[in-house]
């Protein structure tokens, strides 16, 4: 597992590479508009995977690893679902409690939020099996420790069949060729990034093995022709033929 930092040769390399969260806090106001191909693939592997599971169940307590501006923790909410939602950025955050607001009262009053690192030595402030299920999406390339990560995951959640975990995370093809989360600045047409890791598919599958998560299921998303990076957009033509998406979903192996 290789760390990267900073700057990804948009333009020239920044004096001084921001932290994760000092991205993040920059990228906030615009992360829900600059046309970033990923949260498109991710949408949709939500819809597959995750969201027939919502469907399921009402009342139940989700945590969401990483909530970002809460492009998904309002799906989970608006599935009747209760929700802990985790960051380290406070101005992703509060992103994610405007948008959270404009749900009805019941719903915007169904979750409660926590600002965390995930890389830290701190625990998270969440019971030991408390939760039934866990979403992070596109989160896991920030994370250093896979190990550590699952414990968390596998600490938190209820032990029972009906448990899971669903993850996503920008596919290793797209480090390996040189792309790591970030975005340009306008300010300064520089291109920020946090700090990445490049975990391979392999490496985040049996980190979930270790805490006894099975993979029940696994999809690979990615720019299927020129007509499919029209539709996503600019910055998909550089990546037809190429799966840019991985999403897997974990249950725990109960013998
Ligand atoms: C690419 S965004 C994804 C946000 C949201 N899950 C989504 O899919 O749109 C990554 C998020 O992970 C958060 N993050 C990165 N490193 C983290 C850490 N060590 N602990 C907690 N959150 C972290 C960032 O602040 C950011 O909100």
């Not at 992360?31 to 597959?48: H, K, M, R, T, V």
């Not at 990615?222 to 897997?248: C, D, M, P, Y």
Request: charged share 20%; aromatic share 8%; glycine share 6%.
């Amino acid at each position: 597992m290789k760390r990267r930092t900073g700057d990804n040769g948009v333009s020239s390399q920044p004096k001084e590479m921001p932290s994760t969260v000092e991205c993040y806090d920059a990228w906030s106001s615009t992360y829900d508009s600059d046309g970033n191909i990923l949260q498109l693939l991710d949408n949709d592997a939500f819809e597959e995977i995750a969201q027939p599971l919502l469907n399921l169940n009402q009342n139940k307590l989700c945590c969401e690893l990483g909530c970002g501006t809460g492009r998904n923790t309002i799906k989970v909410l608006s599935s009747e679902w209760l929700v802990i939602a985790v960051d380290v950025s406070t101005s992703m955050m509060a992103k994610a409690q405007q948008r959270v607001k404009q749900l009805d009262k019941t719903r915007a009053s169904s979750i409660s939020w926590i600002i965390h690192d995930l890389n830290g030595n701190d625990e998270l402030f969440i019971n030991e099996s408390s939760v039934d299920a866990i979403i992070s999406t596109l989160v896991i390339e920030h994370i250093a420790s896979l190990d550590q990560f699952f414990q968390t995951i596998f600490r938190i959640l209820k032990k029972t069949d009906d448990s899971w975990v669903f993850i996503t995370a920008m596919h290793p093809n797209m480090y390996r060729a040189g792309s790591q989360a970030g975005f340009v600045d306008a300010t300064t047409n520089q291109k920020l990034c946090g700090v990445s890791f490049d975990h391979s598919i392999q490496d985040i599958v049996q980190a979930a093995a270790k805490v006894n998560l099975t993979t029940a299921k696994y999809l690979e998303k990615g720019v299927n022709s020129e007509e499919h990076a029209n539709q996503l957009g600019s910055r998909a033509k550089k990546w037809v033929g190429t799966n840019i998406h991985a999403s897997f979903l974990f249950k725990l192996r109960m013998n």
